[in-house]
């Protein structure tokens, strides 16, 4: 079963307008983190932002924030201020919380996002 | 400080060859794990490593073969290529702290 989905494959925004990502997670693990990491046309990995799961305030770094509901089992990216070179591959991840995985990450399927002038 | 290196960036191989790639780590993490990229499909798990001498299956485990000798290093071995496994092959370390960092993917054709 898919342990990550994001539903949007693509969307579109306007630079300047804020943008929000989603991703639902399903896991029966107490202890879990979730991350979202951006895929630029380059094609490397680039970490934004991680959310643990025993975290209560939503993770921020810069103009990248996470709205953690966990209750609901979704980890929103908010984007604000979208910048052209926003315009990327974006992938939410879970890493649930057994040391013999590796700590290995269940990737979903990604949201394409274009900023546009 | 490198980081997640991986080599070679680019392989052409012709199916039923053979081959090795490398992914080295210098930031002495204990944990490295072994993704493949397709289109549409996210990263997939192929094979991880929680310690030297210690590996385990993800969830594309088939046609792949892993070793890891040492703390740095954690090559992936394609033992029979066949064009199922073209793809952009993506090695990860971390520690037990959260983030992943992410080699720079090795894009591979099988013909």
């Known amino acids: 079963a898919q342990k990550i989905t994001q539903t949007q494959p693509g969307m579109f925004v306007q630079e300047k307008e804020a943008v929000t990502l989603d991703c639902t997670y399903d896991?029966?693990?107490?202890?879990?983190?979730l991350f979202w990491y951006k895929q630029p046309s380059s094609g490397e990995m680039i970490f934004l932002i991680y959310?643990?799961?025993?975290?209560?305030q939503n993770a921020t770094e810069g103009r990248y924030s996470l709205n953690f509901q966990k209750a609901r089992k979704s980890a929103n990216l908010v984007i604000s201020a979208s910048q052209l070179g926003d315009s990327a591959m974006y992938f939410c991840?879970?890493?649930?919380?057994?040391?013999?995985?590796?700590?290995?990450?269940?990737f979903g399927k990604g949201t394409s996002l274009l900023v546009t002038p | 400080n490198a980081g997640v290196t991986q080599t070679p960036k680019f392989q052409v191989l012709k199916t039923g060859q053979s081959m090795t790639l490398q992914c080295a780590q210098d930031?002495?993490?204990?944990?490295m794990s072994w993704y493949r990229q397709d289109p549409g499909m996210g990263l997939r798990l192929i094979h991880y490593?929680?310690?030297?001498?210690?590996?385990d299956q993800g969830e594309v485990p088939n046609g792949y073969n892993v070793s890891r000798s040492t703390t740095e290093d954690f090559p992936l071995r394609l033992l029979s290529a066949a064009p199922s496994q073209t793809s952009v092959y993506f090695c990860?370390?971390?520690?037990?702290?959260?983030?992943?960092?992410f080699g720079p993917g090795t894009r591979l054709t099988v013909t």
């Open positions: 990860a370390s971390s520690t037990l702290s959260y983030e992943q960092y």
């Open positions: 896991t029966s693990d107490q202890s879990y983190g």
């Open positions: 959310q643990g799961s025993y975290d209560e």
């Open positions: 991840a879970m890493r649930e919380g057994q040391r013999n995985s590796g700590y290995a990450l269940n």
């Open positions: 930031m002495n993490h204990e944990y």
């Open positions: 490593s929680v310690g030297a001498g210690i590996t």
